[in-house]
């Protein structure tokens, strides 16, 4: 018998098609180790002998690993098949230690696509674990866990903050600062001129006044709009057509980045719900009975595609949209810090139509195949070309110009159309004969009105998941798979909020990017991140160590922690101008995970806490059907409102309220908070049933879809102190 581990229990299934009963395939769930918490500031490093790393079985996960230690014992060979990258090298590793393998020589199965081909294709060329990967992985982790760590207790201590980061901080950074272009933002007025001209009442805009070109905005005074009204003539001359073809090229297969920008614009996903749908994707959807993987390996910054998959596919478009509509893979712009370890994110089998896929997939599901399908398509197809006319009236040195536009060929965006994906489209707008005539032979026109209308400049947009994830990519902050958990780590830490699709900074947030600017200007640096980033490639490419990238920086660090432990002023308490009772100090306003409560000052000596008297809300028109008592609207520890009687505790009747219909525009919260990424995975018990986050009075914890059939349950693993970090 032979063990394939994979990460996630969705992919058992899946590849279970593809080998003989001579196989048993089980997951890991995750990452199985992570690090300590003891030692020197509870790091888990011991940073005076070379950052040496001390490791323990994640809580949670101790059932698993013991369940895979007894099959391994029975089996003759063992595969690690976690996902193709530095994070699943890392795993990989985690797993060969945890089970007594040589990480060196155990066999490494790395496939960029769940299918019977590359499945196999693995399985007889297996490799090793990657230690470079492992290495610059390792670094990594340790960076954030002295960042988090330290920083965390920083803020906590001097301005109540909940956490700090390598990644999150910056991010927040770049939020914070659009937010202050916004508030110091002053509307400008501006005046729009446009014209209708001859009978058939052909409306222009003005362009320019003896060659030079309007910009946009640049009329700003009624006197300048009334002196241009002054001078207008009222017959104008008709220019000679111009007649010119205008092109518009496809954009690159995705990435990750651009997958999650793509999806927020057009069907308003967060990236943390795009991650997790692709993710779903790219593991197998059942489908008739079996499982079936649609799309590649999702974390990816490389926008070219295998070679073979290009065959198959030029192919394709040649058979569909005809002979001249193949034009070559766009790879577009090179950018920086591209590791280019995967192909883009793309269909598997392009005979499985998004028309096929919206019978079995679900809404979101079927947006993002789609989504997918059509961009890899259109990636590879000609240009759309418009014929486009220009008609131009000029008098007195001012021209106003219109266009008239009408398609010559799709090219590119007849994919997205097959696909039921509208694109922006060109008004098709024909010119009357009589003013072709016009313009043919030089004639005149008569300006029927001119029209004026102020306006005034708008703020900057604000930032959105899209937003973030493009300007993340841009500066070289973090990498593909920490785009969409950044920006959820933010919103549960309140230091933004996501209102109505846009991301908003609180004052939490505002503080905590003050005070890491003035005291760690080089942690706050974008190009310092970025700087790190190209390190860390480094020791994955084998060319340096971690040794010296974890010195050069704690050395730095810590010299910059020490300063900000004395200089940081620290915030106090808003006292409520209260005694305590107990005690008799003064009564503070402290913060807590549920918001604002009043307690002693002299905490811990004194743990008083004041209970708030709250006025009783009734529930109009009802009373308890259990004991006749009036209903009343009562709220949970955990902020949840729900009604309950009023004869409270001598009768427990409660009921819950309805929640609000979903309109298909907001997101289960619980699924945003999920810390493992294990929401929308199999029931590894039952494999009918899909995990989802659930709440009991004792915390957040993961379960069956299926309940109550099936009653597996599991603990979030992620501990306190990790989540202060990224």
């Known amino acids: ?276 749908i692709a993710q779903r994707l790219f593991e197998g959807i059942e489908i008739h009975g079996s499982f079936k993987a649609l799309i590649t390996y999702i974390r990816t910054d490389s926008t070219r595609l295998a070679p073979d998959f290009v065959d198959v596919a030029s192919q394709y478009i040649v058979d569909k949209y005809g002979p001249d509509s193949y034009n070559g893979v766009n790879l577009g712009k090179k950018k920086n810090l591209v590791q280019d370890a995967h192909e883009a994110i793309r269909p598997v089998d392009l005979t499985f139509t998004p028309a096929i896929a919206k019978k079995t997939l679900n809404k979101e599901m079927y947006n993002v195949y789609r989504l997918i399908y059509a961009r890899t398509i259109a990636s590879m197809m000609k240009p759309k ?126 503080l905590v990017v003050e005070k890491l600017e003035e005291f760690f200007p080089d942690l706050m640096s974008y190009s310092y991140t970025s700087e790190m980033e190209s390190d860390l490639e480094k020791i994955k490419d084998g060319d340096s160590s971690k040794q010296v990238l974890l010195r050069e920086f704690y050395t730095e660090f810590m010299k910059q922690l020490e300063i900000a432990k004395k200089n940081m002023e620290k915030i106090k308490d808003e006292e409520t101008g209260e005694m305590c009772p107990v005690c008799g100090s003064p009564l503070v306003i402290k913060h807590g995970r549920y918001g604002k409560f009043v307690a002693c000052s002299n905490y811990p000596t004194c743990n008083y806490i004041k209970k708030e008297k709250k006025e009783i809300e009734y529930v109009e028109g009802r009373e308890c059907p259990k004991c006749g008592h009036k209903l009343v609207y009562r709220t949970s520890r955990r902020g949840e409102r729900f009604i309950g009687c009023s004869n409270y505790p001598k009768c427990k009747y409660t009921e819950g309220l309805n929640k609000p219909k979903d309109d298909g525009k907001s997101e289960d919260k619980l699924a945003d908070m999920d810390p493992d990424g294990l929401v929308g995975t199999t029931c590894p018990k039952c494999g009918k049933g899909t995990l989802v986050l659930k709440k009991s009075r004792f915390g957040v914890f993961y379960g069956c879809s299926n309940y109550p059939k099936c009653r597996y349950t599991q603990k979030v693993s992620t501990q306190k102190k990790k989540n202060e970090e990224d």
């Open 385 to 510: 070309i418009d014929n486009v006319t220009t008609l131009k009236f000029e008098g007195n040195g001012y021209i106003f110009k219109t266009e008239a536009v009408k398609n010559e060929a799709k090219g590119y965006t007849a994919a997205y159309e097959d696909c039921g994906i509208k694109m922006v489209k060109a008004k098709t707008v024909e010119l009357p004969d009589s003013i072709i005539k016009l313009a043919e032979s030089k004639g005149k026109i008569v300006a029927q009105k001119i029209d004026t209308e102020k306006k005034s400049t708008n703020p900057p947009d604000k930032y959105n998941d899209g937003s973030v994830v493009r300007l993340m990519e841009e500066k070289g902050i973090g990498r593909p798979s920490t785009y969409a958990s950044t920006i959820s780590t933010l919103v549960a830490r309140e230091y933004i909020t996501s209102i109505k699709h846009t991301l908003n900074p609180t004052d939490s947030g505002k």
């Open 1 to 276: 018998m032979k063990l394939v581990i994979v990460e996630s229990p969705n992919k058992i299934r899946t590849i279970n098609q593809f080998l003989g009963d001579n196989y048993k395939v089980m997951a890991s769930v995750g990452h199985v180790r992570d690090l300590a918490t003891k030692g020197k500031g509870g790091l888990g490093v011991d940073v005076d002998h070379d950052f040496e790393a001390t490791y323990k079985i994640i809580p949670g996960k101790t059932k698993i690993v013991k369940e895979i230690k007894n099959e391994v014992k029975k089996c003759d060979e063992v595969y690690l098949a976690t996902d193709p990258d530095r994070e699943g090298e890392a795993i990989a590793w985690h797993l060969a230690v945890v089970l007594g393998l040589d990480p060196l020589k155990v066999k490494r199965l790395s496939f960029n696509a769940i299918t019977s081909k590359e499945v196999k294709k693995a399985i007889e060329n297996p490799g090793h674990i990657n230690m470079d990967l492992v290495a610059s992985q390792e670094t990594r982790r340790i960076l954030d866990r002295i960042i988090g760590f330290d920083l965390s207790g920083l803020l906590k201590n001097k301005i109540k903050t909940k956490s700090a980061g390598r990644v999150q901080s910056v991010t927040l950074k770049m939020i914070v600062e659009h937010q202050k272009d916004i508030d110091a933002f002053v509307p400008k007025e501006y005046w729009d001129i446009s014209g209708e001209f001859g009978q058939e009442k052909i409306v222009a805009p003005l362009y320019s006044k003896n060659n030079v070109i309007y910009k946009p905005n640049s009329i700003d005074s009624k006197d300048e709009v009334d002196q241009i009204l002054k001078e207008l003539p009222k017959e104008f001359n008709v220019l000679p057509l111009v007649f010119s073809k205008r092109t518009s090229s496809s954009r690159p297969a995705f990435t990750t980045s651009s997958l999650e920008q793509e999806a927020y614009t057009r069907f308003k996903y967060s990236a943390r719900l795009t991650s997790s």
